[in-house]
């Protein structure tokens, strides 16, 4: 007997596997469901605003500073007036960096940081004096950029005297003190280590005629603060070349001079 033909045996298949599937639509999230993520997101925002600000967890409890050499950590803390018992979050950082400054004028630059859960950290970097002024049997430190930041009664080891010979003079009017001083600590900046060691005084006479005392009587006459790497190199190959002479001349670095012994 024969067997089914093709065309029965593609309808018997029709048959048994039955109508084409419809593909599943995905049905849009029911209100209740978007009203109850709402809700959570609301609560879940107000208990973060009440953790960082209602809550006794993450409040300031205390105030460190590091980085000091001369101010000491009751000073700063003071200075820093940091409101203990307040919410960290709300700290003003800013305004606690200008407050230090303005107080402690030492204070060349401060980050405050805040430290979970409970600290403020205030790392301070101090001023360096190059230079000093001698006034009324003090001294005025004077840092690199020409800032008089402080007045001590002991003068700071190995830091050399800035005397302003200048006087009422057109040269003065035209460039004021401020600027020669900070002529002078450029010329303190440039000169040579082996040099600056023996360095006591800094003296000004005018923009163009700065000169150096060192130890032993000897005398550099530098000129501006203009070209000072060049004057520096000159200079230590010009006391290389005449070891015994009393004074020196770079202000024209091109054409050297020394004299005396």
Not at 66 to 75: H, I, W
Not at 135 to 149: I, P, Q
Not at 187 to 202: N, S
Request: net charge positive; charged share 25%; no cysteine.
């Amino acid at each position: 007997m024969a067997g089914p033909t093709t065309a029965e045996r593609g309808e018997r298949q029709k048959v048994e596997s039955g109508p084409p599937r419809r593909p599943r639509i995905r049905r849009p999230a029911r209100p209740r469901t978007l009203i109850i993520l709402l809700l959570a997101a609301v609560l879940l925002g107000a208990a973060s605003v009440w953790v960082l600000y209602g809550s006794k967890w993450l409040r300031v409890e205390r105030v460190s500073a590091s980085g000091m050499r001369v101010l000491t950590d009751q000073q700063v803390r003071e200075a820093a007036d940091v409101p203990v018992g307040s919410p960290l979050i709300s700290i003003d950082t800013d305004a606690i960096e200008e407050r230090l400054r303005r107080k402690l004028p030492r204070i060349d630059s401060v980050d405050v940081v805040r430290s979970w859960p409970h600290g403020i950290g205030l790392k301070v970097t101090e001023r360096t004096p190059v230079l000093i002024e001698e006034k009324g049997g003090k001294f005025v430190e004077v840092d690199a950029k020409g800032v008089r930041f402080a007045t001590v009664s002991d003068a700071p080891k190995s830091v050399p005297v800035l005397e302003l010979t200048v006087s009422q003079s057109v040269g003065l009017r035209r460039f004021g003190a401020d600027r020669l001083v900070r002529e002078a600590v450029t010329v303190a900046g440039d000169i040579p280590a082996a040099v600056a060691r023996d360095t006591q005084v800094v003296k000004v006479g005018s923009y163009d005629s700065i000169s150096l005392e060192l130890k032993g009587g000897r005398t550099v006459e530098w000129g501006s603060g203009e070209k000072g790497v060049a004057k520096a190199r000159t200079l230590t190959a010009l006391m290389k070349a005449a070891p015994e002479a009393r004074h020196f001349d770079v202000s024209v670095p091109t054409a050297p001079a020394s004299s005396g012994s």
